[in-house]
């Protein structure tokens, strides 16, 4: 075995801590001054949202339709229903009339009125000339004019409430953040310095969308995940570090030597964790799809202000605060950091797992593999823009869409072709239109329209499916694949494209499911490499990747269980279209590596740290995760917290997000890290550190102390009992 002095490789992080600490004023000052030309860069450059997401054929057919200036015909529809009031009695003849005036009013047009066969539904139909959301308001209030009919609508006047989800989140996160760290502080002032520095960053880190967003467009999403992340990550890494700083004065240290401590191991584990979320977070970039990249952009934007505001800043509010950190004591209220823990109950259990190791590792994986069995017929989707509104909506669309299968969303056929071949263009288009019909993949009636030079032509054929993602799906499929073909296709010098929101659907589902493996390779290799390096050993980072996926894996599985299926809509407010959003499953794995990666090596650094004093791995375990266990538990709930606000927010692919965020989290922190962590380690003892020889030039991590083996095989465990 090598024996050597240890190098100090985060010498930089305790350098700026030092630094920030015996200058506190300038570094508040200059952090501030940071957010302030973060914003002031929004100011300045504005900010680019992105309006096209598509990709594949559908990104093809709508560049044909604005390179040939084709216009589109777009609806708006409204729609009456009684279950026992028919189309000629008084009562529902006025409530057409009341529909029809308002929506004529919305949107200065003419309005038409069509009739079910059953007489107990009526269609109102206008061309659309106004802004998305014209009708939304018109239509309630009609609806509530008159309750004895069901009154709904779609098409380009069904609203959006992205706004106000966010809004609402914005109001709900911090209220809920501040309360957890009431709890988990015992102190007002502590429990207030977390909440500044996550707001800070995400506040700096808006800023910063500005300019991101002219290398990457951004969708209005964007904002929201940058909350959702940038709070929660902000919050965690002041945790860890206040929590660290707050533990080694009441050890007995100055200010400055606690504070230099902190940094060499809570502000390198901060520094490791930001790193592994970075990178899982870059993972997107290898989609390729403008909606990933803009994510990617902004949530490393956040996670970098969160982690430089962890080991600059923090130091120096400590440093003024010093001992009044414990101010605003709350009475009875535990306090994280003091010499006395905050629970006996994760000491206790990770005693009992060292007991019986075999026993509850076999429990735990048996327990996260059968939550995980329902993703394996995960079926993901993009949401159509009746999926996205509340389930009320939702509802009246899918019944007016099963009474009028003409409104139902359709797909567009794009066909460019000579002069000289419009004759045979048209007569291909109508036979197409009559196969579509026959075979039930579209619904009459079908709307054409030509641009002024009649080379291009768009034809909207109403899909099967009426909601049903799938059925749609697979006529997009025969369109493509089968009847276009078979009829213009066989039309010399023809280009044509088929688009439209499930067209867009097939195709963006296509790009992601194509590019997965490569997200999942890019992520696991970089984040093995940066373990690998930060803990000296082949076996952390191979544990680390197989706890994780399962957490994950098992976050799938709920997920699958609550939103393909039915019995969880009255509880959360959604109607479930059979499908998990396209661009979820993709997201949640870089989003929870990265997030899981936080504990896991803040759990680990601490275990390492006491090894490396001289600790065996069993008395390690059992030190590391009891000196974490209080801060991991509160961090755990804070993120559980602001993600299950976005679970009870309308949109279902924000609603999915935070189910399956706060899901993981809560999974990652008890049963991953309470028990499956510290039962593998104990099984695998000294192998838990085994590098082999040819990877001894690898640098070392510093310690708080004299020297540290470089094992090159495993040397037996002591027992300290």
């Known amino acids: 075995m090598n024996v050597r002095q240890a190098p100090n490789r985060f010498q930089p992080i305790v350098a700026i801590g030092r630094w920030s600490s015996r200058h506190p004023w300038r570094a508040i000052a200059l952090w501030l001054a940071f957010v302030v030309v973060a914003v002031g860069a929004l100011v300045a450059t504005g900010s680019r949202s992105l309006q096209d997401s598509t990709v594949g054929e559908s990104a093809r057919g709508y560049s044909l339709l604005q390179k040939n200036h084709i216009p589109r015909p777009e609806f708006d529809y409204g729609y009456v229903h ?149 709070l929660a990550v902000g919050v965690d890494y002041a945790l860890f570090y206040v929590v660290r700083s707050r533990e080694e004065r009441r050890r007995g240290l100055s200010s400055h030597a606690a504070l230099e401590r902190t940094a060499r191991t809570s502000g390198r584990a901060v520094v490791i964790a930001g790193t592994t979320v970075a990178i899982a977070m870059a993972g997107q970039f290898i989609i390729g799809s403008a909606i990933f990249n803009g994510i990617a952009a902004g949530t490393i934007a956040v996670v970098a202000c969160a982690v430089a505001g962890s080991v600059t800043v923090l130091p120096a509010v400590l440093e003024l605060l010093g001992p009044r950190i414990d101010r605003g004591r709350i009475p009875f209220l535990p306090t ?83 002069r000289d071949r419009q004759a045979q263009v048209h007569l291909a288009l109508r036979r197409l239109e009559r196969m579509a019909a026959a075979r039930g993949i579209a619904h009459p009636p079908f709307h054409s329209t030509t641009n002024s030079e009649g080379t291009a032509a ?75 390096v930060t803990f000296r050993s082949l076996v952390v980072p191979l544990k680390a990747m197989v706890l994780n996926l399962l957490s994950v894996g098992a976050a799938y599985g709920v997920l699958v269980l609550v939103f393909q299926h039915h019995w969880a809509e009255g509880l959360l407010g959604f109607h479930s279209d059979g499908a998990i959003i396209a661009w979820l499953p993709l997201f949640l794995f870089v989003v ?20 490396d004093n001289g600790m065996s791995t069993d008395d390690a375990v059992r030190y590391g995760i009891s000196r974490t266990a209080g801060v991991v538990t509160s961090a755990a709930i804070v993120m559980v917290g602001v993600f299950a606000i976005f679970g009870t927010l309308s949109q279902l692919d924000v609603k999915q997000a935070g189910v399956g965020l706060a899901t993981a989290i809560l999974i990652d922190a008890t049963i991953v890290r309470g028990v499956l962590l510290p039962a593998s380690m104990k099984l695998l003892g000294e192998w838990n550190w085994y590098l082999p020889r040819w990877l001894a030039w690898l640098p070392e991590p510093h310690r708080e102390g004299g020297r540290r083996t470089t094992i090159g095989a495993p040397a037996p465990a002591t027992n300290p009992e």
């Open 336 to 418: 994280l950091g003091a010499d006395s823990g905050t629970s006996r109950f994760w000491p206790a259990l990770v005693e009992r797992v060292l007991r019986r190791p075999v026993a509850w590792l076999l429990v735990a994986t048996a327990f996260l593999v059968a939550l995980a069995v329902p993703a394996l017929r995960m079926h993901i989707s993009e949401p159509n823009s009746d999926t996205l509104k509340a389930q009320s909506n939702s509802s009246v669309v899918a019944r007016m869409q099963s009474d009028f299968p003409g409104t139902s969303q359709p797909a567009i056929l794009v066909v460019t072709a000579p």
């Open 458 to 532: 768009a034809v909207e054929l109403p899909l099967t499916g009426l909601g049903n993602n799938s059925a749609s799906r697979d006529a997009v499929n025969t369109l493509r694949g089968q009847l276009i073909p078979q009829t213009v296709g066989r039309v010399p010098g023809v280009e044509t494209a088929v688009t439209g929101p499930t067209a867009e659907d097939v195709d963006f589902t296509h790009q992601i499911k194509h590019g997965i493996p490569y997200v999942i390779a890019f992520v696991l290799g970089l984040a093995f490499l940066l373990l690998l």
């Open 82 to 230: 009684s279950g026992t009031a028919r189309a000629d009695d008084p009562a529902f003849r006025a409530a057409i009339a009341d529909v029809r005036t308002r929506m004529r009013k919305a949107l200065g047009s003419s309005v038409t009125v069509r009739y079910a066969d059953d007489g107990h539904s009526a269609l109102l139909t206008s061309q659309a000339r106004q802004e998305f959301g014209a009708l939304e308001a018109p239509l309630q209030a009609a609806a509530a004019a008159h309750p004895a009919f069901t009154i709904g609508g779609n098409g380009p006047g069904g609203g959006s409430s992205t706004d106000s989800d966010l809004h609402r989140a914005e109001k709900l996160a911090l209220p809920v953040t501040l309360l957890v760290l009431l709890f988990a502080f015992g102190a007002i002032v502590a429990a207030l310095v977390p909440v500044a520095l996550g707001l800070t960053a995400v506040v700096a880190a808006f800023g910063l969308l500005g300019p991101i967003s002219h290398l990457f467009a951004l969708d209005s999403s964007v904002k929201t995940v940058v909350l959702l992340l940038g």
């Open 592 to 611: 929870l590596f990265g997030l899981s990666m936080d504990y896991h090596v803040f759990i680990l650094s601490r275990v390492r740290e006491a090894v």
